[in-house]
């Protein structure tokens, strides 16, 4: 006789090592059934319902409350300044541009697009606009138009067919721009050597910008024999329009293979930039 007891002792006995066996290798006993996949899913969402919740962290706070002063500083401007102030600090602003041995260092506090003049700045925008300037929009095109017809300075068609005449007899190609810029185009094409492009790639221009960002007086280095050529213009140019508070210094080296009376031409004529005249050998 077998009795109820021993039955199931058996049976549980056998389910515990089917899910040991499952969780120690991860496979069933039985293979190649399919159910090794869906069996090790099972195991894990039983195990998603018998994980809780941590009471602890779910409760605790994560900040404290924090209250901000009552004050009105906080409504009021931060930075203001009266117009007569302003004038002042543009005055000794234009003094010291034009001073090429004084230099502003601090510019991240001082208001400069409130220190340029609007009459003598002409930015991209006033450039190509400059017909707004003469007649204004709604002067033209709107309901209160005035102008009716397109001011020419001819008054009749056989003026306008003169005009045109003229225009032809006087017309040369040498003149004509638009020609000009397509010869130029192909020239640059075909006659540059690969020689001349050395040292002009953007690699380098890109290494050169890094050290103008971050440095504040540049020396730029020029031969004597031949200043004018080893001179950068386009980089000057760009320190001007672009970063107005970094400056350069011109040095110019092997000045004794050079007549004195050259050397001081030169230092003469370039009088707005700073310039120092060093020889070619050390010991002098």
Known sequence: MIKKGSLKIKNLSVAKNRVNNVKENGRLINKGNGQEKKEAEKLKRLKMYRTKANLKKMNQKINEVRRIEPSIKWFNNTRTISQNKLEIFRNKLEETTHDPFSIVIKRSKIPVELLKDEKNVVTKKYKNENF????????????????????????TLEEYAKRAEQN???????????????RNEIEKKFSKDQLLKIGQSKRIWAELYKVIDSSD?????????????????????????????????????KIDLIPVSVAEKWIKSSQKIIQHSYHANINK
Do not use: F, W
């Open 132 to 155: 707004l300037r003469i007649e204004k929009y709604h002067d033209i095109y709107s309901k209160k138009k005035k102008r009716k017809k397109p001011k020419l300075n001819v008054g």
């Open 217 to 253: 007086i540049l020396l730029q280095v020029l031969d004597a024999r031949d200043p004018i050529g080893t001179r950068c213009k386009k980089l000057e140019e760009t320190l001007k329009k672009d970063r107005p508070n970094k400056h350069m210094i011109l040095i110019l080296n």
């Open 168 to 182: 032809l007899s006087t017309y040369e190609t040498k003149n004509d721009n638009s020609l000009i810029e397509k």
